[in-house]
């Protein structure tokens, strides 16, 4: 049985997660559409939530270490779409973070509880609305599933909004 912190953040990622599928919904021939010049449309705001395909998001998860915190540099204007997911269907990016989520989960599951708080990794950018770069497992997997989801799916209500889909219930 999962752990109590793997609890609090899967209660959270499945929450932002059932979000994002229902933003989704419909959007297939929206993929390249944005709500505004010089705004991310669905395409893209869905290849920057699956991250770049190396190192992949479960493989960063796995330097997180108890001592010599290794650094990682997240990069947020970087919308890593590639030549292979600017051919994708909305059922493949989305399949993309089901993957990223699945896979993440499987990882913590399998790690005890004190991993989560006490192995961490040096991210500057988060030094500015965390007042540190030392970052636990717990937290980066909250900040980029609960968060960040969250943060993004504004953008793909936007782009709903723009192209005259209906509003997402909550």
Sequence with gaps: M???????????TDA?????NRLVQGMEPYLDRTNAPGEWTTRETLCHLAGSESPRLVDVVR???????PRFDLHP????????????TLAQLV????????EIYAYLDSLPEVDLTERK????LFKQFMGTDEISLAQFVGAM???HWNDHASQLAKIREAVGLAEVKK
């Design 145 to 147: 599933f609960d968060f």
């Design 63 to 69: 330097t997180f270490s108890r001592t010599d915190y």
């Design 16 to 20: 932002a997660w059932a979000k994002l």
């Design 121 to 124: 990794l040096r991210i500057p």
């Design 95 to 102: 399949g993309l973070l089901e993957t990223q989520r699945t």
């Design 2 to 12: 999962a752990n109590a912190i793997v609890q609090g953040l899967r209660g959270k």
């Design 77 to 88: 204007a970087d919308t890593a779409v590639t030549p292979e997911r600017e051919e994708m």
